[in-house]
């Protein structure tokens, strides 16, 4: 049983476009993550959620939506996509209170 | 926010060789100290972690040192193995948020 699952695994998408990426885990964390990892290997963090409430929201472009629809999803919806958009996006949980973090295999975006 | 700085970025060792690599965190509020594994083309993988309350943790060849006062934490990897091979990542955490350092590429000669 896979612990963290992102879909899908790789998008390719024209500018302009809009796309969404779904997060899913069954591990009963109750804080889900979003990370963006860039050409030189950098995690930085995009979103938090505890509980389905949004805890971090870093600088990050209001074109990226993040939704939580029960503890267990955090998907990522992009608007209007851009070319430096394009990236790795890792999706983690953890259970808060001090443990790990839990990561999906990452979704490669390439927006052309 | 939390500032994790991680050196060095890329490191090349002689199989059999120890490696080391080397994190500081600004936050003194940071109690939990991950250290990830990351694969090509897989998400990081947790391969041992240290608490505010330990100084140092031990699993097989891989151990951990903390050092609260200084706000520095260390990977130790012994008799590096060419599946060693992989970016390496600290990450500095105060319970429900997690900051990573830049990563290391580790490259185990054969």
């Known amino acids: 049983d896979t612990a963290v699952s992102q879909t899908p695994k790789y998008l390719v998408t024209q500018m302009g476009n809009d796309k969404s990426i779904k997060c899913e885990q069954n591990l009963g964390h109750d804080t889900m993550y979003w990370y963006k990892q860039d050409s030189k290997k950098f995690l930085k963090i995009m979103f938090s959620y505890n509980n389905k409430e949004l805890i971090i929201n870093e600088t990050v472009p209001n074109r990226f939506s993040p939704k939580s629809p029960d503890k267990a999803h955090l998907n990522l919806h992009i608007n209007s996509l851009e070319l430096g958009d394009s990236a790795v996006y890792f999706c983690?949980?953890?259970?808060?209170?001090?443990?790990?973090?839990?990561f999906g295999q990452g979704t490669r975006l390439t927006v052309v | 926010g939390e500032n994790v700085e991680q050196h060095p970025s890329t490191l090349s060792v002689q199989e059999g060789d120890s490696a080391v690599i080397k994190c500081t965190y600004s936050d003194s509020a940071s109690n939990y100290f991950p250290w990830y594994k990351q694969e090509l083309g897989k998400g990081p993988q947790l391969i041992i972690d240290i608490r505010s309350n330990v100084g140092e943790k031990k699993d097989q060849r891989i151990a951990v040192t903390l050092n609260k006062t200084a706000k520095h934490f260390s990977l130790h990897i012994t008799e590096t193995q060419p599946e060693d091979s992989a970016v390496y990542f600290c990450a500095a955490s105060t319970g429900n948020q997690f900051y990573f350092g830049t990563g290391t590429s580790l490259t185990v000669i054969p």
């Open positions: 983690a949980s953890s259970q808060s209170g001090v443990s790990e973090a839990f």
